[in-house]
């Protein structure tokens, strides 16, 4: 009987995704994302497309998952521009209700070894890149999003973390198309 073991953070390191790294070996059981990182994140990352990210145990080097991320900008609707507005404070808010759209930082790719998932591991990236987009403050952003593979797995898994759909237009397409706001998180 395999494992039940559970990663936490202290468990791995994030680091950029060395061009040497042989992916050779690495599946998600996703056929598209596998073929992406195996076959186009390099070009990517080299025309500046996006920047990939490894995920590796710190105790043995083992990749255990990918991720990338890139700029994007958020449209919102007026009602949900309002919704996210009544929680914000006083001084913010007539600034935040005159945008037309928000900065934002895009998971493109998040793939965890087959083997692994479930085990904590994507909601320590998600913790992580919370933390480093609020901290950091190295440009402005006040969402993440994703295009999320539209399956029951993986819309639950970016619904359990906080991600919202941005709309139901595409709740037939290949991907959802999510949103998480960083307004809870800044000071």
Known sequence: MAAKTRYSASDIIIEQLSFKENLSDFTCGNKELDDFFKKEVVLCCKYKYLSAYAVKSMKTGELLCLFTLSNDIVSLEEEDVEDLKDALPNEYKPIFGLQSSFPAIN?????????????GIGKIVLLYLKGVLVNYRFTGVQFITVDSLNNHRTNKFYSSNGFLNQSNKDINSKTRRMYLSLMDYIE
Request: glycine share 8%; charged share 30%; proline share 0%.
């Open 107 to 119: 998971i493109g790719h998040l793939a965890v070894k087959k083997e692994l998932q479930s085990k």
